[in-house]
């Protein structure tokens, strides 16, 4: 029996991958189908894709040339399942000429003709809407923003606010976009939804505005500086059935999502320890620095620590202390210790103090090390007491990491999904809440 295999993601299905699998069955008796996994195509740059693994395969199934489907799920696993299922043949469309020839070592390699005028990516476009995307402000990480979005399929950022003409006309002439606007109510006419970016103070009232106006809202870091108004502004997004997300990038990064799937499954055993550090030094005058404009290492950091912290032990938080070294009212360090039933966790702050931004969980059976900085995960180490069973896991961090809570906020709203497991809402309340307790000096101590 001459075996034939060959992969793909078949999002979409359409003639072009039919006509792969009838023309791959023709090369011998019995095709393997390798469907890819969400988390492999992620991996692989594939941020787009519309259906899910299970949808994909149901639909290559339903071709009928399937005499068995296979979930691909790893770089080098076609060498693996080449000798694993004893393949004569590897067939794939003509646009990989070349690029499998190193397969012809385990089995015969075939390009078959590629179907030409349809491709999944023209259909994603074709069936989906365009959201238009209004930011709000234009610091640094507005700039980053427009060139990320830029991979991310269904959205355009079409204008900008800023309450500076100038600066918002240089945003606007930058990056090529419609309009630049000071006045929010002419602004957030042009768009379907924005992402806010402005300094920290800003972010309740323009979420709220922007709810109230009808429109998505995707919010930088901190989201906002109390529970009550992170409650309420949830509330008000579930009301008029909108989206409403909190920007933390690590929390959608694949090797941070990977990571606390790993924890959850109990590979270190019990999580009874999580300690995460964040330093990044700044220079006044900086906002960073600034009481005025809630600077503070505490509300700049805070937020990805706090996360890691209760997507690890959740929000039942038993007690907490925080110890600060203060410069100009403002946490130049800070130090807490966040305790739960069955665990301890402390996060370790600075923008006028240099220290190691890594993060460690610890377990009953081993721990994981996250080198610094481990914020933007794309390695990290599972550590036993016996080192031969120790592994390193590699992930892609593609761009500036911007397209990965990007791509979740579109596929919310274009599945009226109006929340998100990554960080769930009643997560992001118990941040706003931490910080607030910081913020109004509940158990505080300087040093
Ligand atoms: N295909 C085709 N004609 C088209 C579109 C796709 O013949 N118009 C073929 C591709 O060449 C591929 C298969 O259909 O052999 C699946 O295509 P995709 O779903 O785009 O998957 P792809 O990203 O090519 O994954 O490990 C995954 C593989 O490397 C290929």
Redesign the pocket.
Known sequence: MRKVI??????ML????I???RRAKELGDYLIV?V?SDS?DRE?G?LNVRNNVLERVEAVKATGYADQIII?DYVGQ?IDDIQKYDVDVF??????EGK?DYLNEYCKVVY?????????TMLREGSQEVYRIGVIGTGRIARRFVPESKVVSGIEVVSVLNPDSREAEAFKNTFGLNGSYQDFDAFIATVDAVYIASPHLTHYDYCKRSLLAGKHVLCEIPFVLSGDEARELYELAASRKLVLLEASKTAHCPGFMHLVTLVKSGIIGDVVDVKASLSKMVDPPTRELNKEEAGGCVTEHGPLTLMALIKLLGRDIQDFHFHSRMQDGVDIFTNGIINFPHATSSITLGIGVKTEGNLIVSGTKGYLYVPAPWWLTDYFEVRYEDQTKNKKYFYSYDGDGLRYEIQEFISMIVNNRLSSYRLRRRESIAIAEMIANYRNHINVTEI
Do not use: C
């Open positions: 060959t992969y793909g993601t078949y999002d359409h003639q072009g991958h006509n792969l699998l390798g890819t492999f692989r594939k691909e076609k067939a794939i469309g003509s646009d990989w499998f078959l003709p590629r179907t030409e005028g349809i491709s999944s």
